[in-house]
């Protein structure tokens, strides 16, 4: 299980990995059936107490931390206006089901989920945009994946999503005649590529948020069919923006103006990633096919929680410590957006309550 206190080492306002909570307060019957928070946030600071054990995080959100509201400007807005710096950026949900993970990204497709991070980030990006279209040619693409049992799965896909149908109660291999499997690759460049992923090109905030919804529909159809699975996957909803950049006239000494413009091009990514739910990490069933997923999710979530706390570790980033990106599909994924000069926002989402009998 990916452990909340070797991430705690990443404080600081320079460190290219912040990490914060937010907590979900009580929701519907679990007041009613006499569940309590069991949670409680330290007045002042960005601390939570869970029995005698504190934790400190970069912030706190939510039951009486800071308000919800803020998670967005404080911890995503600079991520966004960094991918117009041409610098990758990925911000990651992490927490059991039914905590808040999709709630607090934004990736479901109906209104409740409307005030979620994604939803923030795609305003906040096409705002930016319209200031910087007379100087700047945009192109935005988009994919939606979600990785189940170390399988890349394509949501943009339809024709995919549609024969997910299970099998003898179990899920079957997802597999497309003439489709070849969608295969994580990395370029001469270190940049990760999805070959044989959908990429939609976008050029409207609406055309974008379609995507979102397509593609949390087709993971909750295949969920439907797979027995629940978007508790058990990853899902990772990317943004790529490339710009080409007019730069201003160059002016020689003798002041002559060479009108010819300079253009630079920059091409960044935001990934948006609402991981599987992290009690799954644990090995609980003892039939095959669910120890296999659980050791799957563990792979995933634990390689992660390795890569975060090698590259949180500020003194062994600089001695050179292995990342071990290649030890899942998920980490493989966004390595290029996880460290060097890239930004990482961990959100742990928890359910503040314990059930009083
Ligand atoms: N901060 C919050 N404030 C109010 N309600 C919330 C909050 N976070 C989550 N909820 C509600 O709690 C329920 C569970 O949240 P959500 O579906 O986001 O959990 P999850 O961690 O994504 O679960 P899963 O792993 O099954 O996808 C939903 O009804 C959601 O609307």
Redesign the pocket.
Known sequence: MVSMEATNASTGEDCCVKVAV????L??DEKLQGCKDCVSVVSGKPQVQIGTHCFTFDHVY?SSGSP?SGMFEECVAPLVEGLFQGYNATVL?Y???????????G??FHD??QSGLIPQVMNSLFRKIETLEHQTEFQLHVSFIEIHKEEVRDLLDSSAINRSEPMNGQANKVTVPGKPPIQIRETSNGVITLAGCTECSVKTLKEMADCLVQGSLNRATGSTNMN?Q??RSHAIFTITVEQMRKLNPLVSTDGDVNDSMKEEYLCAKLHLV?L??SERAKRTGSDGLRFKEGVHINKGLLALGNVISALGDEKKRKEGLHVPYRDSKLTRLLQDSLGGNSRTFMIG?FTSLHISL
Do not use: E
Not at 22 to 25: A, F
Not at 96 to 102: E, H, I, L, N, Y
């Open positions: 937010h907590i979900r307060p929701i519907g939510g919800s949900a927490g059991q089901t039914g905590s808040g993970k999709t709630y607090t990204m990736t479901g409740s989920y629940n978007s508790s609402d599987a739910g989402t």
